[in-house]
Nanobody, 118 residues
Framework: VQLQASGGGLVQPGGSLRLSCAASGSGFSINAMGWYRQATGKQRELVAVITSGGGTNYAASVKGRFTITRDNARNTVYLQMNSLKPEDTAVYYC?????????????WGQGTLVTVSS
């Protein structure tokens, strides 16, 4: 299973970006998908997660500004980020908990850089 993330870039404070992450491969089904981020000098932290049933959970720092959605048919998860702040600057990683070969595995995308700066 491979995760391919895209959509990062440079945006001014108050702006918006949309991240996408598509899972590819064969013989698997996806349980939860999510986004994490890691700022320079800090630990990786959960941003948002969405279950196969559509349940969501957000970090307190992004609640009300970010929205996570998924397209199950395309094995793709999205993160709509609005009202971006400089403190949102980080490398964003997508994550998928996958059911495969009778077991549960966690996969990570390669990361996409989001820079919020004027």
């Amino acid at each position: 299973v491979q995760l391919q993330a895209s959509g990062g870039g440079l945006v001014q404070p108050g702006g918006s970006l949309r991240l996408s992450c598509a899972a590819s491969g064969s013989g698997f089904s996806i349980n939860a998908m999510g986004w994490y981020r890691q700022a320079t000098g800090k630990q990786r932290e959960l941003v948002a997660v969405i279950t196969s049933g559509g349940g969501t959970n957000y970090a307190a720092s992004v609640k009300g500004r970010f929205t996570i959605t998924r397209d199950n048919a395309r094995n793709t998860v999205y993160l709509q980020m609005n009202s971006l702040k400089p403190e949102d600057t980080a490398v964003y990683y997508c994550n998928a908990v996958v059911l495969r070969l009778g077991g549960e595995f966690t996969y990570w995308g390669q990361g996409t850089l989001v820079t919020v700066s004027s």
